[in-house]
Nanobody
């Protein structure tokens, strides 16, 4: 059974930093990454990383967020720096296995101005 467990969300001031982590169990995955969803908005892809080391970041977070992956530990992390109030959202870890997506329960990130 596949499980994705996130940690690391919280409340931070404008300009602060947080690190999100996601631990996967039950399988290994070609792609792991993060989406976020703010109230009243659609879910947005934040970043993803392939097992081969390719990473992609949304333009809205490029230069501020960095995704990293540890294939041996089956984890993916998101270092978030220079956080802005518009980054406030629930962040979801996801994993792609042969086009089937698995999701974590989400972790809340709130950035106060």
């Amino acid at each position: 059974q596949v499980q994705l467990v996130e940690s690391g969300g919280g409340l931070v001031q404008d300009g602060g930093s947080l690190r999100l982590s996601c631990a996967a169990s039950g399988s290994t995955f070609r792609v792991m990454g993060w989406y976020r969803q703010a109230p009243g908005k659609q879910r947005e892809l934040v970043a993803f990383a392939t097992s081969g080391g390719i990473t992609t970041h949304a333009s809205s977070v490029k230069g501020r967020f960095t995704i990293s992956r540890d294939n041996d530990k089956n984890t993916v992390s998101l270092q978030m720096n220079s956080l802005k109030p518009e980054d406030t959202a629930r962040y979801y870890c996801y994993a792609d296995q042969n086009a089937r997506l698995y999701w974590g329960q989400g972790t809340q990130v709130t950035v106060s101005s």
